[in-house]
């Protein structure tokens, strides 16, 4: 079968991001991203388990990266809290699992922060009012959007989506239906078509818990797939970034990109599917760096070592 010109150039650029990964060390790359300016952000999920080895690894690691490219905030994709989120503002995960894990002082930047399901079995309005509590902590509500300066001239819009309620029904997640109960999905939908439809701002960055596609444990979220993926394809946003399965994954769904980065902990078995161009099982994180017209993903596992670096264009080719 012959190929398009289009995915000629999408498969030559996937096995040249391969070969970058193999002969690049990671602090040549980040010294580049530190160097060209722009907005430089960490992106993780699935963490709080109490300061565990594997948390721990990742949480230093994350510290010297962040170090490295002028971090000026971090992404927390959810499932702050494990098993059952927090009980209260005092409760004692807010150190075991948070304030004295991720203590460098790079890591000291504010943290914009969602919501995952393993979060819906506490107090989630406690995570919220943690906002008043922590200099670093964000989350004013349950979805919100913000608005980052690349540079002078160039801005990312960020959504924030609270997803649990919309993955209530798919799997397990019925377990979590006396919480999310009082959640309206529509209202949130509704204010999500709203936000994009007046967002001016080049860049469009949706930052979600639950996958649209994924080959990890969980699987596919099908309300994304039919609700929230044709509102990123009409808008051209550009980049989707995720938690909830245990793993560094990206996936494409036509010109958006999907990146699993919920391995901030402990991990579980991935694969790839017909959307995926990465998939490894191992715990690590997610450095970005923005520019005018490209952003630049780096994977990187507990260890340190780089798995996958990706570029996105502000305008799909």
Known sequence: MMQSRRDFVRTLFVATQATLVGTLLPGNLFAADAKSGG?????????????????????????????????????????????????????????????????????????????????????????????????????PARYYTRTERIDAQNAVDFFYLDSTPMAKWHGTERIFSKNLAAQDIDHQLAWFKAALEASTAPWKIVVAHHPVYSGGEHGDTPYIIKRILPLLQEHKVQAYFNGHDHDLQHLQAGTVNLFCCGAGSKVRPTKTTPHSHFAQSCSGFVTVAMQAEQLAVRMIDDHGKLVYTATVPRVAV
């Not at 005092?90 to 894990?101: G, M, P, R």
């Not at 919501?115 to 964000?138: F, K, M, P, T």
């Open 39 to 139: 907005l430089n952000f960490l992106v993780f999920g699935d963490w709080g388990r109490n300061g565990e080895k594997d948390q721990h690894d990742v949480a230093v690691q994350m510290g010297i990266a962040a170090e490295e490219i002028g971090a000026k905030f971090v992404i927390s994709v959810g499932d702050n809290f494990y098993e059952n989120g927090v009980a209260s503002v005092d409760d004692h995960q807010w150190q075991t699992s948070f304030e004295k894990v991720y203590t460098a002082p790079s890591l000291q930047v504010p943290w914009q922060v969602i919501l995952g399901n393993h979060d819906y079995h506490g107090n989630c309005e406690a995570q919220i009012a943690y906002s008043h509590v922590s200099h670093r902590w964000n989350m």
